[in-house]
C-alpha cells in the first residue's frame, strides 16, 4: 500500500511563503506524476500543479507564484509558495500516481491534506 504524507502547511500573512512537502511511503515500484492540489471551503479541489518526468504545469492563479519540484530519490515533492494572498487559502493535497509492480497501470494514491492560510 502506498502511503502520501504532507507536511509544511501553516498560518502566513499576505505576501509570506510557504513550502510544503510530500513524501510517498509503502511497497511500489515506481512513482510517476506528482501533483499538488486544492480545496477552499465550499469551492471544489482544483489542481495548482504537476510535475512529470517531461516537466512542470502550473494553474494560472500560481503561475510565477509556485514552484514544484521533485527529488526522485526520495519519492518527493515540494510546492514552494511566494507572494502569497488569502484567496489561496485552502488545504492543500498532494495526489501522485503510483505503479505497484511493473508493468502494471498506476492507480491514484491521495495524502490527508496540510491546512494552508493566509490570513493577517
Known amino acids: 500500500q502506498v502511503q502520501l504524507v504532507e507536511s509544511g502547511g501553516g498560518l502566513v500573512q499576505p505576501g509570506g511563503s510557504l513550502r510544503l512537502s510530500c513524501a510517498a511511503s509503502?511497497?511500489?515500484?515506481?512513482?510517476?506524476?506528482m501533483r499538488w492540489y486544492r480545496q477552499a471551503p465550499r469551492k471544489q479541489r482544483e489542481l495548482v500543479a504537476l510535475i512529470t518526468s517531461g516537466g512542470t504545469n502550473y494553474a494560472d492563479f500560481v503561475k510565477g507564484r509556485f514552484t514544484i519540484s521533485r527529488v526522485h530519490a526520495e519519492n518527493t515533492v515540494f510546492l514552494q509558495m511566494n507572494s502569497l494572498k488569502p484567496e489561496d487559502t485552502a488545504v492543500y493535497y498532494c495526489?501522485?500516481?503510483?505503479?505497484?509492480?511493473?508493468?502494471?497501470?498506476?492507480?491514484?494514491?491521495w495524502g490527508q491534506g496540510t491546512q494552508v492560510t493566509v490570513s493577517s
Open positions: 495526489n501522485a500516481d503510483a505503479v505497484v509492480v511493473s508493468g502494471l497501470r498506476p492507480y491514484d494514491v
Open positions: 509503502g511497497r511500489f515500484f515506481s512513482i510517476n506524476a
